[in-house]
């Protein structure tokens, strides 16, 4: 006879078998797919930058090109490719790399996310969507927005691994470590961190108790920020590309994002599979957690491009521009999911 012990320890075991499985058939798809657009697309003027910047004869010349060159970005982005680069050589698609990566991390993260509030196909559908969207064009490019997302996206899993109490100290020095990460890769990677702030005002109000560890770890990249002044006191006189500013460019991001064939194919899938399962179960399972999911989607869909519009329009500047605004695939990934919570999954 099977004691109830043993029969959770088999269950979680037959749980992370299915979840090494999904992810492994993810990766291999994820691999080639964006594999393919980083051997065969040239460089771009930004790339270009960044073969400039990583390819200087020393590492003294390469941290003045940055400190004083037209790319305002943080020394630690290039400081990883110059490493990449000098173990496999100077090709495309080892100058992608890091943006390969840190998608494929955002993308496991939100599986995680998925997982952890809906189950199993939850997971699967936010993990697949932000391939799904434009954003995926920067997984295959040599800046740093790619392996920024990444460690935003640990930084959320770890946010929400923190829950648990006995992973509590380990996830919150992961939460510091991956939003302070994402911060010192790009400046900008502020806006989903301060989505993720948004997200802990709301639900310490609605558990009335607040979390100061937690917060210590979403505040770490102010801490980085601070690190950062030298540069970020240098580059903030540089001009900006864009000299004007309008609504119109909201609207413009979100029909980029949303302009690939798969993104209406995943949302006819997701609707069939919904109203397939409201008409074949008798009593769907509830979700607790449904409207911290809400809440998490809404925030990433809206907040980093119509907030950030918002205060650029308030201080007059002009950074507005689609690769600053990719957790917003994040958010969309979360809200496509979030029908199927409905579909209960049966553990033979």
Partial sequence: M???????????????????????????????????AAVTRAFWLDELFTFYIVTMPDWTGMFDLIRRGPDQNPPLFYVVTRLLVGCFGESEWVFRLPAMVGYW??????????????????????????????AVYYAGEARPYGLALGAVGFGAACRRLAEVRTWRPWATAGLAGGLGLAVALHYLALLPVAVLWVLEVIQSRRRRRVSWAIWGGLLSPL?????????????????????????????????????????????????????????????????????????????????????????????????????????TSAGLALLAAYPLRRIEVRHG
Avoid at 233 to 258: C, I, M, N
């Fill in 105 to 134: 991390v955002l993308c496991v993260a939100l599986y995680f996310l998925g997982r952890r509030l809906g189950g199993s196909p939850v997971g699967l559908v936010a993990m697949a969507t932000p391939v799904l969207t434009a």
């Fill in 2 to 36: 099977t004691s109830p012990t043993s029969g959770s320890v088999g269950l979680a075991t037959r749980d992370v078998r299915r979840d090494l499985l999904v992810m492994a058939g993810f990766t291999a798809l994820y691999a080639p797919y964006v594999a393919h």
């Fill in 223 to 327: 801490l980085v920020l601070a690190l950062h002044w030298p540069w970020l006191h240098g580059q903030a006189r540089l001009p900006f590309w864009k000299t004007a500013l309008s609504w119109r460019e909201v609207w413009d991001f979100y029909h980029w994002l949303l302009s690939p064939p798969e993104c209406l194919w995943l949302a006819l899938m997701v609707g069939g599979a919904t109203v397939l399962a409201q008409r074949t179960a008798l009593s769907p399972p509830a979700c607790p957690n449904a409207y911290e999911w809400t809440a998490a989607g809404l925030s990433f869909a809206l907040l980093p491009p119509i907030g950030w519009m918002f205060v650029l329009k308030l201080t007059g500047k002009t950074f507005f521009a689609d690769r600053y605004l990719l957790a």
